[in-house]
């Protein structure tokens, strides 16, 4: 075993300070011209097929791969995945595997990526202090900050597992019914659709019925973190949310990023979240050890950079997250996924939806092109990428991507 705080080096040549070194290593689906369908690593800007290659370099680990999804390899636990994690660095870097394993790499950019798990339930949370403040005066003209509750407990609303998406695939406008400005209540296309800038969580183990998980226990179940992009029609977010929270402004589409980037990658990233006041009731303390990540994420809109979010800025962490999640009892599923709600920052260049950006289509954003935004056109294309620190260099979490279409 390699021992902490050391780098490897592969003989694919792959640098160790590459955002896709053998410190990262994210795991993906992807079918090939013949409908077949094969697990996924990523080292450097190649590919390796991990269905063949555990089938010949480790019959063993097969099982995990075989269906060519993530869904067994998140089933089987921490134990299995420390195990696949390590063949796949060995295979990657002791020459005695070079001559099976070559064969099996492919160019990364030539992929057709697949969604790569199967979404057993989809939850997304509200955890950012500045983001809320902002919603919550832009919802509610008059309010001074976020509602009484939210430093109390991780904000969040069940969303629609069947609309999750993997990046690349295009968001068509949705339609619902809004108010206008002077009363009138209409039923159409939105006309204030959104991308909002946010971190996913990817559930492996579960959990059972009736029984929680504390903050401890997040390394045991949750697999890795993906991006995602959690696509929302404020027009009719705003007039639905009338007493209760999001429903069909936020159902009709969330895209996730291809690659999930497992924890173990993600040892360097972990960091202090900000202050909290008041002090989290018991089952949220998570004051044990640093729970916040250090993850830079960059929102592109047509190919220029509109948002620099930081994910440090999170009040609410991801332990916290999944702890609330299961305090009533609420079962975990291989599969389930959970999300961060909108990161977002104290300055505009760091807010990580329109809705901030613009505030509510109040403060323009002009384009580099001359074009001006409120909110998204047909036709736009938004990407959303992030690092994090690692030994050597940063690691990228990949990206989310996805273009407006027309209703």
């Not at 001559?99 to 950012?128: K, M, S, W």
Request: aromatic share 8%; glycine share 12%.
């Amino acid at each position: 075993m390699t021992a902490p705080g050391t780098a490897l080096s592969s003989w694919t040549g792959v640098p160790d300070d590459h955002p896709f070194s053998l410190g990262n290593l994210p795991y993906g689906s992807a079918s090939d011209d013949r409908g077949g369908t094969f697990a996924v690593t990523r080292i450097g800007d190649l590919a390796l097929d991990l269905t063949r290659a555990s089938a010949v370099a480790e019959p063993d680990l097969l099982p995990l791969f075989a269906r060519g999804t993530l869904d067994d390899l998140l089933a089987a636990g921490p134990p299995k995945w420390t195990q696949a994690r390590a063949a796949v660095k060995n295979w990657l870097t002791d020459p005695a595997y070079r001559d099976a394993i070559e064969p099996l790499l492919r160019p990364a950019a030539g992929l057709d990526l697949r969604l790569p798990f199967t979404v057993a339930d989809y939850a997304d949370f509200y955890g950012n202090e500045h983001h809320a403040a902002n919603a919550s005066r832009i919802f509610r003209p008059g309010a001074t900050g976020a509602a009484p509750n939210w430093r109390h407990l991780p904000v969040g609303y069940h969303g629609c597992a069947g609309t999750v998406v993997v990046s690349g695939t295009a968001i068509r406008r949705p339609q619902g019914q809004y108010r206008d400005a002077d009363g009138t209540v209409a039923f159409g296309p939105s006309r204030r659709l959104d991308l909002e800038a946010e971190v996913g969580f990817v559930v492996g183990s579960g959990s059972a019925p009736g029984s929680s998980v504390a903050v401890a226990g997040f390394g045991a179940h949750v697999f890795g973190a993906c991006l995602v992009n959690d696509w929302s029609a404020r027009d009719i977010q705003m007039w639905e949310s009338t007493p209760l929270g999001p429903f069909l402004g936020k159902s009709f589409g969330t895209s996730v990023s291809a690659w999930i980037t497992p924890l173990e990658a993600l040892n360097e990233a972990w960091i202090a979240p900000p202050a909290r006041d008041p002090a989290p009731l018991a089952h949220l303390d998570d004051s044990a050890r640093p729970n916040g990540l250090d993850l830079a994420l960059e929102v592109r809109l047509n190919g220029e950079t509109i948002a620099t979010p930081s994910f440090g800025t999170m009040y609410w962490t991801p332990p916290q997250m999944l702890a609330h999640l299961t305090s009533g009892g609420a079962a975990l599923r291989p599969g389930d996924l959970f999300a961060s709600g909108t990161v977002s920052g104290p300055r505009r260049e760091e807010r990580g939806c329109l809705l901030e950006y613009t505030w509510n289509g109040a403060e323009p954003l002009t384009l580099a092109d001359g074009s001006v935004r409120t909110y998204l056109e047909d036709g736009d294309e938004v990407v959303i990428t992030a690092t994090a620190p690692a030994l050597t260099g940063r690691i990228a979490l990949g990206e989310v991507r996805g273009r407006v279409t027309p209703p």
